[in-house]
């Protein structure tokens, strides 16, 4: 059994040897079924026993094969090749005793050569190609003719020429079947490895922002809090001679408070999962504060929310990187269309889904190509940094979610976040 603990490289070599046993299996099962029907119908009975002899040697081997892939966790491209040769061996000994070049079974060279194309790398293909064309040339004249082909009539070459046509269609439907099931798997493996290496590089990114967010908090800090000493004091001294300016004063104060306090959250929680930064709370009341909270960064904005599930609202972590992930998305829905901005969420016992849609111009088909690749932004010159949808697809992927942007009927865009509760569940 293959364990899913695998790397999709070891993965994928497991499963083309399983695949390859499967086809031997089925290869040793048509050459049992013709020799015994050659040797009882046909009075060529002599050849029956070694044939049978290499047979068992070969059903041996090919059992031997299962229970080593049941242990091993990897394959080699040795290994593979070595199992192409014994079947390549196999399938000259057995012509060897039926007939050799004769025999319309020759056919069968193609199927190791087949595999070895689509799996293994050339050298090895073009040393087992050689190979095979070595034995084939040997069976041209060393050979145990069979007696129906010594003395071959019009009926019996009619039987040897249907005879070869069954070998062939029995190859190209192996072929067909199994290389084209292989070739999916090293495609497969291809796809798995290169959104690794794309979450890899999200990765360094997230590393390198994390850094960056971390010095500029620090960078930060200090003319802040000498802008909310001064503030104070200006707020102070103006309170009787200029009420309003103070008011504006206090206004400005309290702005500056508002930006100590995200950075204080922004140094204190960038790059890691902080279970710490959120209390327990039912995904609604969660989604509630969530909204509550942006509403207050947001009072211009019109929002419309309606959500539900089946059962009682399962209880998560309101964790402080997923709450800004949210709001990131929440905040482009309001840049689209500010007016318009919908929130709708349902849950059940396994996942969790928000979708956000505005009425905006909608999405176009590069900016949903690019969607969370990279920080790009479609606003203008100074009015966005691109971090929002990039670092919202990040935190929600680390949560083991997905995102999805899509166009509304009707016009605007809908994004929807889909969450498991399993990785946000409070227990």
């Keep these: 059994m293959v364990d899913d603990s695998h790397s999709p490289s070891e993965h994928s070599s497991l499963l083309n040897l399983r695949r390859l046993l499967l086809l031997r299996s089925i290869a040793i099962a048509g050459w049992l079924a013709a020799v015994m029907l050659v040797s009882y119908d046909l009075g060529t009975r002599a050849m029956l026993l070694p044939a049978g002899l290499v047979i068992a040697i070969w059903s041996l081997l090919n059992v031997v094969s299962w ?68 034995c084939y040339t040997m069976l041209l004249l060393f050979y145990v003719p069979l007696p129906l082909m010594m003395n071959a009539g019009r009926e019996e070459f009619g039987l040897h020429v249907l005879g070869m046509w069954s070998g062939f269609v029995l190859s190209a439907g192996l072929i067909a079947y199994f290389v084209v099931k292989m070739g999916n798997t090293l495609r497969e493996r291809e796809r798995i490895l290169a959104e690794a290496r794309e979450k890899s590089l999200r990765d360094e990114r ?113 964790e402080r990187t997923l709450t800004q992930a949210i709001m990131n998305v929440l905040n482009n829905a309001a840049d689209a269309s500010a007016h318009s901005v919908e929130i709708n969420a349902r849950w059940d016992e396994r996942q969790w889904l928000i979708e956000v849609g505005d009425r905006g111009e ?47 009927d009707g016009g605007g865009a809908c994004t929807r976040i889909v969450l498991p509760l399993i990785r946000l569940s409070a227990a």
Excluded at 207 to 215: D, E, W
Excluded at 235 to 261: F, Y
């Design 67 to 134: 229970r080593w892939l049941g242990a091993a966790r990897e394959v080699s491209h040795r290994e593979f090749f070595c199992q192409l040769l014994l079947d390549a061996g196999a399938i000259t000994v057995l012509l060897y005793f039926t007939g050799g070049s004769t025999n319309p079974f020759t056919l069968l060279y193609l199927l190791p050569l087949t595999v070895a194309a689509a799996v293994l790398p050339a050298r090895y293909t073009w040393m087992l190609a050689v190979l095979t064309t070595i």
């Design 206 to 318: 997230l590393i390198a922002l994390g850094t960056l967010a971390a010095g500029a908090a620090h960078e930060l800090g200090t003319p802040l809090a000498t802008m909310a000493i001064l503030t104070k004091e200006l707020e102070r001294e103006h309170r009787e001679a200029s009420p309003a300016l103070a008011e504006q004063l206090r206004t400005l104060r309290e702005q500056v408070d508002r930006c100590k306090g995200a950075l204080s959250v922004l140094s204190a929680s960038a790059g890691q999962v902080r279970v710490e930064s959120g209390g327990r709370l039912p995904v609604d009341g969660y989604l509630q504060q969530i909204v509550a909270e942006w509403c207050k960064l947001r009072p211009a904005v019109t929002v419309r929310c309606r959500w539900n599930g089946s059962g009682a609202a399962p209880v998560v972590v309101a």
């Design 362 to 408: 909608g999405l176009s088909r590069a900016v949903s190509a690019r969607a969370g690749k990279g920080v790009f932004t479609t606003k203008g010159e100074g009015q966005g940094l691109g971090l929002g949808l990039f670092l919202a697809y990040s935190t929600i992927g680390r949560f083991g979610g997905s995102i999805q942007l899509f166009n509304r």
